[in-house]
Each structure stands twice: as C-alpha cells, then as structure tokens.
C-alpha cells in the first residue's frame, strides 16, 4: 500500500537537495506533488524526473524571499488541487561569514527565505489544507538552530525561529487536523541517487564531512538526503498521526553529546 495514495503534496526548495529527494520519494508513495523553487532550470528537471518514474508533478516558480510571490504560489497551487495535504516547507539558503561583516540585506533574505517563508506558505495555502481533513506541515530545520554555528549567523537565528513556530502552529492548526512538525538535519553532504545538495555548496560541493564534524558525530559520517526525505515522508503521511508541534533530530547522534566531553 502507498503511504501517500490519492495525497497532493507541496514542496518548496524542490528543485535539487532534499526537496528533489522528497518529490520522488512522496511520488513513488503517491502523491502528486507541486514543486516550488526559484530555480526553473532544476525545478522542471525534479519534475521531469518524476513524470519520468510515472509520477504527478506540477513546477511553480517562485521566489520565497518575495511575500507577493507566496501569494501566487499559493494561488496556483490551489488552483492546482483545491485540497492540499502535504506542506513541506524545505527551502533555505545559508551565508556564512563573520559577525561584523553581515549585510543587513544578506541577513534579511535568509530570514525571509528560512523563516519567513514557511509561516506565510502555511499562513496562505490553509484553505486547501484545512480542506484535507488530516494534513501535515514539515517544516526543515537544522541542529545549527538549536545551539548556533558561528559560521552561520544569520542561517542559525532563522532556523531557531523555526522550533517554536513548529509548536504554535501545533496548537493552533490541530482543531483543523493539521499537524505542524520540524526536522532538524545534521550536515547532509550526500545523496544515495546522485542529486546534487547545493546548499553552501561551497562546503559541500564533493568535499567530505571534516575530521572534526566526522568525530562529532557518533555515527561518524554525512547524512544522504534521502534519509531526510525518509523522516519528510513518515511525518507526512498516517504512520505519524499523533506526532504534532515535534522536532526530530536527525543528525547521526551529534548535539546528543555534550561539546567537549569526548
Ligand atoms: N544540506 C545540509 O547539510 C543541511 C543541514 C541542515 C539542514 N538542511 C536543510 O535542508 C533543506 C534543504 O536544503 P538542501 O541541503 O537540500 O540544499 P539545496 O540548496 O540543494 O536545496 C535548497 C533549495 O531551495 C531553493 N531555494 C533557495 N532560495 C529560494 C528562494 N528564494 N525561493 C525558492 N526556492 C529557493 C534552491 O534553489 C534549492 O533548490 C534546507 O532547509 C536546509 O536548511 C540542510
């Protein structure tokens, strides 16, 4: 049995990384799936991809920096399917730099692509959502959201927000059978399918994982995306009917230890 049959999924930051992972793998239960990205090039490529395994998929550009944007979006994804199950809200991007230097630019658009972003696509496709009678918003977090990475600034203050938006949003939007939960991912480097995993791809790009996060790590090696879109796909679908407002840590066992004890 399809875990997703019959189900319409949204999925934002669809075009490659988890998103693109989490587009085949909610296809392959079932779902058809409309992928937002701000990338078309990449976007139509995951759908292309879907439909060419059978599944259903739509793209719809958008850049999530951009609330007029979110309106279309949501707009054309309710013209798309008038319920809507599923809510991923995966895209992100991250600068690193040094306190001192952060442009108040740089600093906004990661607010409003990493936290912004997930409130107002909630906010706006809650008519097809409430529709569903039992649907699921995942937001994606990270582990530099809950200690901080200095590298990171921006990228950490945004995730952070995410993890109490992910347990209000358990509050509120329970009365209408949706629930809201968050994963926080560890470094995911890899992907088992060969998808490219851009985000910083400056740190990421065909490097392994450091010694230093490698020995952090008890599991002692990267994530792949597909295990992120394995933890998507369960909180999306039944098997997680009573898991609401949660963070999952997903992240091989690294801020389970405290820093400097082994
Ligand atoms: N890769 C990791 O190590 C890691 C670690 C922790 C958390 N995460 C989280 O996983 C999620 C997916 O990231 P990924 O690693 O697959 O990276 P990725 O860069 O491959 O995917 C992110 C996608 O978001 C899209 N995007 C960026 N800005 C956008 C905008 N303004 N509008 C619409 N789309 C936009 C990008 O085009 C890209 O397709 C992110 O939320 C990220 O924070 C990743």
Same mark, same amino acid.
């Given at each position: 049995m399809k875990r997703l049959k019959g189900k319409n999924a949204v999925i934002t930051g669809a075009a490659s990384g988890v998103g693109r992972a989490a587009s085949l793998l909610f296809a392959r239960e079932g779902a058809a799936i409309a992928c937002v990205d701000i990338d078309a090039e990449m976007g139509q490529e995951t759908v292309d991809m879907v439909r060419a395994e059978g599944g259903d998929a739509v793209f719809i550009a958008t850049d999530l920096a951009d609330p007029a944007a979110i309106d279309d979006m949501a707009r054309a994804c309710i013209g798309w399917r008038s319920v809507i199950h599923v809510l991923f809200n995966n895209a992100a991007i991250a600068a690193r730099g040094e306190f001192e230097d952060i442009k108040l630019g740089d600093w906004d658009r990661q607010m409003a692509v990493n936290l912004t972003a997930p409130f107002l696509c909630s906010q706006k496709l809650l008519p097809a959502l +409430?529709?569903?009678?039992? /649907?699921?918003? $995942?937001?994606?977090? *990270?582990?530099?959201?809950? =200690?901080?990475?200095?590298? =990171?600034?921006?990228?950490? /203050?945004?995730?952070?927000?995410?993890?109490?938006?992910?347990?209000?949003?358990?509050?509120?939007?329970?009365?209408?059978? $949706?629930?809201?939960?968050? $994963?926080?991912?560890?470094?995911?480097?890899?992907? +088992?399918?060969?998808?490219?995993?851009?985000?910083?791809?400056?740190?990421? /790009?065909? +490097?392994?994982? *450091?010694?230093?996060?490698?020995?952090?790590?008890?599991?002692?090696?990267?994530?792949?995306?597909?295990?992120?879109?394995?933890?998507?796909?369960y909180l999306a679908c039944d098997e997680s009917s009573y898991v609401n407002g949660s963070v999952v840590t997903l992240d091989g066992g690294r801020t389970g230890l405290t820093p400097g004890t082994f």
């Open positions: +409430k529709a569903a009678n039992g /649907a699921a918003i $995942i937001h994606h977090g *990270s582990i530099d959201g809950v =200690l901080g990475n200095p590298t =990171l600034v921006a990228y950490s /203050a945004s995730k952070g927000g995410l993890q109490p938006l992910t347990h209000v949003m358990g509050y509120w939007l329970a009365p209408h059978g $949706i629930r809201v939960n968050c $994963i926080n991912s560890g470094a995911l480097r890899e992907s +088992k399918q060969g998808i490219p995993v851009r985000l910083n791809v400056d740190n990421r /790009a065909g +490097k392994p994982m *450091s010694d230093v996060q490698r020995r952090a790590t008890p599991m002692a090696r990267p994530g792949f995306v597909e295990e992120a879109a394995d933890v998507a796909l």
